[in-house]
């Protein structure tokens, strides 16, 4: 008798799920399916499930094709159940290629294309609906972006838009998702909600044309130029009653909650001072290192250091004043913006191509917080004083390599109307922050001579 083994959450259960189910029982005589505990997933960190695990076993039941159904409860049990149960075969749908390759010592390990188009069966009747969405841009980003939706319950990425058909091809046929390259209205068709992952320059058109379709927008930094487009924009979501959200990853993470409210609670007295500093020396033929008109340190990187500043100081600066320095490709390799405030002053520095130390130091009367690099993806932050040797370490959840699961999560939170507040990147922020990005293009243009 062959024996097939495949492990699921199964949350939201959709036709993916069924078909897996479907083929993996057709692999062999006999199909064991492993459901997962809340406790193991979110010791794997996948966020946001929903159904609970009775609802989930119930749903792989309903299907037939399982022989019998266990619950998997923690890391190593795969290998555990294939050699106390004899495996033949162990299943996995194709958006984990490779990552289960190290199964292959103790039985086959086969990969089944995923389901593209899926649509939730009509055997659940939960409150949550399951989010189909679709990637526009098809580049590092998007396969970084990708990766992270497995670990976010409620969402499936079905489809992707590139009007460049070879970058496109490859990432679709990777992932076994819908490649539309013409006619960016049906590909908005397709699907629930966008997350815009294109060159900058191309973002605020993309979200507009989702917008009025009525779509949910997650949209990479800088979303805008600026501040007209922004106001634009959010004020567009509104009309539509959609979600339009700013893909800047470090807002969304629980780290950052936890900074901002110890930098709240009194804790180091009152703010005088925000240093926020992040650099990246990264390959010279890169966008963000050789695009002189929507590439560069600050393009790149400002959306990140002015994000402290404005959740903790507000968008009411009294002054502004920003220097760049230009490299030979006429990108700004370094910009620094310095803000006044009426009791406090704060500094945004950026690096594309120069290396310093990437920290957020924010100065009170009483201590100050130091978040060393990489700040923009806490997992932990010290409390300093005037005492040197008294600090106090804190240290937040964190789980996955680069974050996006949690601006995923909230992304979900929010279309699900489920208490997603605007509270972690209001559009207010997001509004100002176009605002400084268009007074830094109009002086980078006077300087570049254009
Ligand atoms: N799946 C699919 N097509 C989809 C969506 C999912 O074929 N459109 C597959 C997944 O690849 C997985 C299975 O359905 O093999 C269950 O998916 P999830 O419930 O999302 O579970 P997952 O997080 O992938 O669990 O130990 C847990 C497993 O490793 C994977």
């Given at each position: 008798m062959k024996k097939v083994i495949t492990y699921g959450t199964f949350d939201l259960f959709h036709d993916g799920h069924y078909k897996i189910l479907e083929r993996a029982k057709a692999l062999g005589d006999y199909l064991i399916v492993g459901v997962t505990t809340e406790h193991f997933d979110r010791q794997r960190g996948k966020l946001n499930l929903v159904d609970p695990i009775m609802t989930r076993i119930e749903n792989v039941k309903k299907t037939g094709f399982a022989d019998e159904i266990i619950v998997e409860d923690h890391d190593g049990q795969k290998i555990e159940d294939i050699q106390k149960m004899g495996i033949d075969s162990i299943v996995f749908g194709s958006d984990w290629i490779g990552k289960f390759d190290y199964l292959n010592q103790y039985c086959k390990v086969v990969y089944l294309d995923r389901t593209p188009n899926i649509s939730s069966t009509a055997i659940r009747g939960d409150i949550m609906r399951l989010v189909k969405l679709g990637i526009v841009g098809t580049g590092r980003i998007a396969v970084r972006f990708f990766a992270e939706t497995n670990y976010v319950?409620?969402?499936?990425?079905?489809?992707?838009?590139?009007?460049?058909?070879?970058?496109?091809?490859?990432?679709?046929?990777?992932?076994?998702?819908?490649?539309?390259?013409?006619?960016?209205?049906?590909?908005?068709?397709?699907?629930?909600?966008?997350?815009?992952?294109?060159?900058?320059?191309?973002?605020?058109?993309?979200?507009?044309?989702?917008?009025?379709?009525?779509?949910?927008?997650?949209?990479?930094?800088?979303?805008?130029?600026?501040?007209?487009?922004?106001v634009e924009l959010y004020a567009l979501a509104k009309i539509k009653n959609v979600v339009l959200m700013e893909g800047i990853r470090a807002a969304y993470l629980p780290g950052f909650a936890q900074l901002l409210s110890v930098a709240r609670d009194g804790t180091i007295g009152e703010i005088c001072d925000i240093e926020a500093c992040f650099t990246r020396i990264g390959d010279p033929r890169s966008r963000e290192m050789s695009d002189a008109k929507y590439?560069?340190?600050?393009?790149?990187?400002?959306?990140?250091?002015?994000?402290?500043?404005?959740?903790?100081?507000?968008?009411?600066?009294?002054?502004?004043?920003?220097?760049?320095?230009?490299?030979?490709?006429?990108?700004?390799?370094?910009?620094?913006?310095?803000?006044?405030?009426?009791?406090?002053?704060?500094?945004?520095?950026?690096?594309?191509?120069?290396?310093?130390?990437?920290?957020?130091?924010?100065?009170?009367?009483?201590?100050?917080?130091?978040?060393?690099?990489?700040?923009?993806?806490?997992?932990?932050?010290?409390?300093?004083?005037?005492?040197?040797?008294?600090?106090?370490?804190?240290?937040?959840?964190?789980?996955?390599?680069?974050?996006?699961?949690?601006?995923?999560?909230?992304?979900?939170?929010?279309?699900?109307?489920?208490?997603?507040?605007?509270?972690?990147?209001?559009?207010?922020?997001?509004?100002?922050?176009?605002?400084?990005?268009?007074?830094?293009?109009?002086?980078?243009?006077?300087?570049?001579g254009f």
């Open positions: 319950s409620g969402v499936e990425v079905t489809a992707a838009y590139n009007p460049e058909k070879e970058s496109l091809m490859n990432f679709t046929s990777a992932f076994s998702l819908e490649a539309f390259s013409e006619d960016y209205d049906v590909f908005l068709e397709s699907v629930d909600a966008v997350y815009v992952a294109s060159p900058n320059e191309t973002h605020a058109d993309y979200v507009r044309r989702a917008l009025q379709a009525g779509k949910h927008v997650l949209c990479e930094k800088p979303m805008t130029f600026t501040y007209d487009e922004a590439g560069g340190a600050f393009m790149e990187y400002g959306s990140y250091t002015l994000l402290p500043i404005f959740k903790l100081l507000g968008t009411d600066y009294k002054d502004i004043r920003i220097d760049s320095i230009l490299g030979e490709s006429g990108i700004d390799v370094f910009t620094k913006v310095q803000f006044k405030y009426d009791n406090a002053l704060a500094s945004s520095r950026t690096g594309a191509g120069v290396k310093s130390e990437g920290q957020l130091v924010i100065a009170g009367t009483k201590g100050y917080i130091l978040a060393q690099s990489p700040w923009w993806l806490i997992q932990s932050f010290d409390v300093r004083y005037e005492d040197a040797g008294r600090i106090e370490h804190h240290e937040a959840g964190f789980v996955g390599t680069d974050g996006f699961r949690y601006e995923i999560a909230e992304f979900m939170t929010k279309i699900n109307g489920t208490g997603g507040n605007d509270y972690k990147l209001t559009a207010d922020e997001s509004i100002a922050m176009a605002r400084v990005v268009e007074e830094f293009m109009k002086i980078r243009r006077e300087q570049q």
